[in-house]
């Protein structure tokens, strides 16, 4: 058996996740940590390259790494590919966590082994030098008007449907740490997919808990995607937990949920797939909050169509759960009016080929959701709300308010 990297450097007892984060942040190297939906498993990646190349997802041939993609990404070429150069997996054990290699480093910055042993366990915050945050925060009065505006276009028969989305800013406290944030989304969303992505060059770190899958193929060839939209708490007013099964849906979310399923499978026509299961509309827990799902699954070996995922990734992005219905006419009023630029929110984000226990790879592709930009010592959070003819401007802003509560109880130590 070969020696590992870890091994060959002694790194055995220097192995923390903070280690890692706080030596990759010092070296300005774009990281990343995520754990997938029910699994206890936390990985994390680092690139060499300081500033990661932007492609788009061929599965087929990228190889092994993290893909970031901004909202805005007609053609696929504006996703941040972040090569794995390190990933390493940690296993929770009854008193620590256990690392094992995925990806070993051919070569490393001396440095990087310097600054792993000279940092010890301490956290290093978000910089405070620059209190100027560049995000623009939506006003309540302001998203009520965008809100209507959007109803009027439907009614006047633009679109079906928009997603329409705002901000919303939280200050950190002083002692933030991203790992133990991290840790805390971990255990308190064991089903969504948490993730922490740091890139340097434009000083920002995004962060979130995302209940949506875009596209995801594993090791066996099974592909899923997911149609989730309209929301309500997941509790009733006297604070106790709904069970899924008790739980009614008005017609507005019912529809603007078939909106989505809709486009998905006109996605699957438009490359003449025929043979998938459909499973739901489904209620699901997401935190705080309830969606409904339907699941569409693929397996790409009986059709022989293994880059299904590939073409899916490329037709998908934006579904009508981040967008609208049509596609480009809502795409185009999102731009117009918003009034800030969503960057990476509803982007899509996910491991891409990561090596698994089988030999072989498999790849999770997330919708950017329940997630927050952490730039200079504030977070800011971000929330959409799919808009019917149905919609009420006032109950959608409410609903909005109650997914930034995803992240906001975590930041505010209320879970
Ligand atoms: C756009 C978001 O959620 C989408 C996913 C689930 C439910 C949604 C809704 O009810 O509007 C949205 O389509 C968001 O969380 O920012």
């Given at each position: 058996m070969t020696t590992s990297f870890l091994e060959k450097n002694k790194w055995a007892t220097l192995r923390s996740r903070q280690n890692l984060w706080n030596a990759s942040k010092k070296l300005a190297y774009p990281s990343v940590m995520w754990r997938l939906p029910r699994q206890s498993d936390k990985h994390f990646l680092s690139s060499f390259n300081e500033i990661p190349k932007k492609t788009k997802i061929d599965f087929e041939e990228i190889g092994?790494?993290?893909?970031?993609?901004?909202?805005?990404?007609?053609?696929?070429?504006?996703?941040?590919?972040?090569?794995?150069?390190?990933?390493?997996?940690?296993?929770?054990?009854?008193?620590?966590?256990?690392?094992?290699?995925?990806?070993?480093?051919?070569?490393?910055?001396?440095?990087?082994?310097?600054?792993?042993?000279?940092?010890?366990?301490?956290?290093?915050?978000?910089?405070?030098?620059?209190?100027?945050?560049?995000t623009h925060e939506t006003q309540k009065e302001d998203f009520i008007r965008l809100v209507s505006n959007g109803i009027n276009q439907i009614e006047s028969g633009l679109f079906q449907k928009v997603v329409l989305s705002r901000t919303k800013h939280v200050i950190l406290s002083s002692d933030f740490d991203v790992v133990s944030v991290f840790d805390k989304l971990c255990k308190t969303y064991p089903a969504a997919f948490v993730s922490v992505v740091s890139l340097p060059h434009l000083g920002v770190v995004w962060m979130g808990a995302s209940p949506e899958t875009l596209v995801s193929q594993d090791s066996k060839g099974i592909f899923r995607t997911m149609a989730l939209a309209g929301t309500q708490s997941a509790f009733d007013c006297e604070g106790n937990l709904i069970k899924p099964s008790e739980a009614l849906w008005r017609q507005k979310e019912i529809e603007e949920q078939s909106f989505v399923t809709r486009y998905i499978i006109n996605c699957l026509k438009k490359i003449r797939v025929r043979e998938f299961e459909e499973e739901g509309p489904k209620t699901i827990i997401a935190g705080n909050l309830m969606h409904l799902r339907t699941d569409i699954i693929i397996n790409t070996m009986d059709i022989n169509f293994p880059q299904l995922a590939t073409v899916m990734l490329d037709l998908l992005h934006p579904t009508s759960a981040v967008c609208g219905m049509p596609k480009i006419p809502a795409t185009d009023f999102i731009l117009a009016n918003e009034g800030y630029n969503r960057e990476f929110y509803s982007g899509f984000l996910g491991p891409v080929n990561t090596p698994s226990a089988d030999g072989l790879t498999e790849s999770h592709i997330f919708v950017n959701l329940r997630t927050m930009k952490l730039q200079n010592n504030v977070a800011t959070l971000y929330a959409g709300c799919g808009i019917t003819a149905d919609s009420d401007a006032e109950k959608e802003w409410q609903e909005t308010e109650m997914k930034t509560q995803t992240l906001g109880k975590v930041l505010n130590n209320e879970v």
């Amino acid at each position: 058996m070969t020696t590992s990297f870890l091994e060959k450097n002694k790194w055995a007892t220097l192995r923390s996740r903070q280690n890692l984060w706080n030596a990759s942040k010092k070296l300005a190297y774009p990281s990343v940590m995520w754990r997938l939906p029910r699994q206890s498993d936390k990985h994390f990646l680092s690139s060499f390259n300081e500033i990661p190349k932007k492609t788009k997802i061929d599965f087929e041939e990228i190889g092994s790494g993290f893909a970031f993609s901004p909202f805005v990404n007609p053609d696929g070429t504006e996703t941040f590919f972040l090569k794995a150069d390190l990933h390493y997996l940690f296993k929770e054990t009854e008193t620590d966590e256990r690392l094992e290699e995925i990806i070993s480093p051919t070569s490393i910055n001396p440095q990087f082994l310097e600054l792993m042993n000279d940092l010890g366990n301490h956290s290093i915050s978000i910089p405070q030098e620059n209190l100027k945050t560049t995000t623009h925060e939506t006003q309540k009065e302001d998203f009520i008007r965008l809100v209507s505006n959007g109803i009027n276009q439907i009614e006047s028969g633009l679109f079906q449907k928009v997603v329409l989305s705002r901000t919303k800013h939280v200050i950190l406290s002083s002692d933030f740490d991203v790992v133990s944030v991290f840790d805390k989304l971990c255990k308190t969303y064991p089903a969504a997919f948490v993730s922490v992505v740091s890139l340097p060059h434009l000083g920002v770190v995004w962060m979130g808990a995302s209940p949506e899958t875009l596209v995801s193929q594993d090791s066996k060839g099974i592909f899923r995607t997911m149609a989730l939209a309209g929301t309500q708490s997941a509790f009733d007013c006297e604070g106790n937990l709904i069970k899924p099964s008790e739980a009614l849906w008005r017609q507005k979310e019912i529809e603007e949920q078939s909106f989505v399923t809709r486009y998905i499978i006109n996605c699957l026509k438009k490359i003449r797939v025929r043979e998938f299961e459909e499973e739901g509309p489904k209620t699901i827990i997401a935190g705080n909050l309830m969606h409904l799902r339907t699941d569409i699954i693929i397996n790409t070996m009986d059709i022989n169509f293994p880059q299904l995922a590939t073409v899916m990734l490329d037709l998908l992005h934006p579904t009508s759960a981040v967008c609208g219905m049509p596609k480009i006419p809502a795409t185009d009023f999102i731009l117009a009016n918003e009034g800030y630029n969503r960057e990476f929110y509803s982007g899509f984000l996910g491991p891409v080929n990561t090596p698994s226990a089988d030999g072989l790879t498999e790849s999770h592709i997330f919708v950017n959701l329940r997630t927050m930009k952490l730039q200079n010592n504030v977070a800011t959070l971000y929330a959409g709300c799919g808009i019917t003819a149905d919609s009420d401007a006032e109950k959608e802003w409410q609903e909005t308010e109650m997914k930034t509560q995803t992240l906001g109880k975590v930041l505010n130590n209320e879970v």
